[in-house]
Each structure stands twice: as C-alpha cells, then as structure tokens.
C-alpha cells in the first residue's frame, strides 16, 4: 500500500528564513503528488500539484516543489517565510484503485513562523 | 474559498447516538469524498461517492455509511458513535479524477 512519509513534525522559523519540508512516498509507479496547507481555523487548500512534466513545480503564494523520481521525494520549499505562513502542512499521493482516487495524507508538518 | 460547504460546523454527540454530516459539492464536480481527520494527523480516507454510487472505501466500519444525491451533494452519517469517533470530517469534491477541492470540515466531539 502506498503510504507518504512527513519526517518534521515541527517547524519554528524566523521571518524571512528558507524553508525546507520534507515528504517521502512509498510507490515506485506513476504518482500524482500535492502539497495542502491548513491554516488555523480554515480550511485544506491546495499549494501546488504535480502529475507530469517539470518535476519543478510552483504553487500559490511563492511555495514550490520539487519531484525527485529517484528519491522518491516531493519537498516543499520557500526562499522566505512570512509570518502568515503559519499553519500546517500536508503532503498527499493520489492512489488510484479502479474508479477509486483517494488521497493519501502524511501525518502533517506544523510550521511557526516567528515574526 | 473552494466553493465546497458543509454543516453544521460544530457538533456534540453522546457515545450511542447516530450523527449526519452534509456536504455541497463545488459546482461542477461530480465525485464527492469524506475525509476523517484525528486531532495530530493527516486525513484518513473515508469514502467516495460517483454518481450517486459509493465507488471506493477506506478502512472504515460499516456503521460509517454515506449518500451522494443528484445535484452531487452528499451525507455521511455515522451509527453508533465511539469516543474514537471525534475528529474533523472534511468533504472533498473533484470532477471525474481531478484535484480535490476540501470543504471547511465538521468538527465532531462525542462524548
């Protein structure tokens, strides 16, 4: 079974730092891959998505990601942080099963910004 | 904004009872699924409904059942709730395979 992999679980920055999460995921065959952010009291929104193409993927609000086959890897990354970057982060691999494509969650990356 | 709503946005239940979360799909979107989310974790798939017709489940009891009606909105009800039941449920809706839009969640305590 697929299964996705956050290894920072809490993230304390200061404005203006570069950010870096990680997500690892498990399947070796063709992925679709998504970085959600969850601020608080709102609700999922997308960041960014990858399905094909350049493996450099941007997203809203100047996140970006990068796809590394051979990793098995899809980290988030941001030159500079804003405070209002609080919130938690969600990495997630599309599984298909037959008409079924369910969304497979890490367990979150709770990042803090310090102003 | 995603388009996507559900209700109510909070809820209290005793362990026993039976709940129904609703959910509006983004307009357009014809695949709606249910995501649980326990405090610390990342969602956990529910279900998913196409067309009416629950086409995919997670590793869910029976007792966590669901309905999609025609104009594409849907209900996930819940029997016999558990303590371990409490969470935020989140509605996603898509078209066909695309990406999933999520809706502001129901935040449910059982008590």
């Known amino acids: 079974a697929q299964s996705v992999s956050q290894h920072n679980h809490h993230v304390i920055l200061s404005e203006a730092a570069s950010l870096e999460l990680g997500c690892n995921y498990s399947y070796g065959g063709t992925v679709n891959l998504f970085w959600y952010v969850q601020y608080p009291g709102q609700h999922l929104q997308l960041l960014l998505k990858?399905?094909?193409?350049?493996?450099l993927v941007k997203g809203i609000k100047g996140f970006e990601a990068e796809f590394i086959k051979s990793k098995f890897s899809f980290n988030l990354r941001k030159p500079s942080v804003q405070w209002s970057d609080t919130a938690e982060y969600f990495c997630?691999?599309?599984?298909?099963?037959?008409?079924?494509?369910?969304?497979?969650f890490g367990t979150g990356t709770l990042l803090a910004v310090q102003p | 904004e995603t388009g996507v709503t559900q209700s109510p946005t909070h809820l209290i239940k005793t362990r026993g009872q039976q709940v129904t979360l609703r959910c509006s799909s983004q307009?357009?979107?014809?695949?709606v699924s249910w995501y649980q989310q326990a405090l610390g974790q990342g969602p956990q798939f529910i279900f998913q409904y196409y067309r009416e017709e629950e086409n995919g489940r997670g590793n869910f009891p029976p007792r966590f059942s669901g309905l999609q009606f025609p104009n594409y909105s849907s209900e996930l009800n819940v029997n016999a709730l558990e303590l371990d039941d409490s969470a935020l449920y989140l509605c996603a809706s898509s078209k066909d395979s695309g990406g999933k839009y999520f809706g502001p969640g129901t935040r449910l305590t059982v008590t």
């Open positions: 997630a691999v599309l599984n298909y099963g037959g008409a079924t494509n369910k969304l497979i």
């Open positions: 307009s357009g979107h014809n695949t």
């Open positions: 990858y399905f094909s193409g350049d493996p």
